[in-house]
Nanobody, 115 residues
């Protein structure tokens, strides 16, 4: 099994940037795909981005070139660089991973963007 811990969430003004981290408790070499989701108050959790096989990435439509996902297997960490943040990006951001057929989630990190 694997434990995931997100960090890097903060309060930021619109137009600002944040980098979120998702640290795994063990090597992520064998984890093919890792993803970020977010959940705003009163809304369903939505897909933000994923990285598969180290290089193949996918993004939610709302990202529109503002976010970048990356992974550093040597540090067992996945990153989410977020630029040009908007108030509507305010949410709790979660990472997840599928390992040996089981889905794992982190506890989330709060991102608040003020106008």
């Amino acid at each position: 099994q694997v434990q995931l811990v997100e960090s890097g969430g903060d309060w930021v003004q619109a137009g600002g940037s944040l980098r979120l981290s998702c640290a795994a408790s063990r090597s992520i070499d064998s984890i093919y795909s890792m993803r970020w989701y977010r959940q705003a108050p009163g809304k369903q959790r939505e897909f933000v981005t994923s990285i598969s096989g180290g290089t193949r990435t996918s993004y939610g439509d709302f990202v529109k070139g503002r976010f970048t996902i990356s992974r550093d297997n040597a540090k067992n960490t996945v990153y989410l660089q977020m630029n040009s943040l908007k108030p509507e990006d305010t949410a709790v951001y979660y990472c997840n991973a599928v390992d040996s057929g089981r889905l794992y989630w982190g506890q989330g990190t709060q991102v608040t963007v003020s106008s």
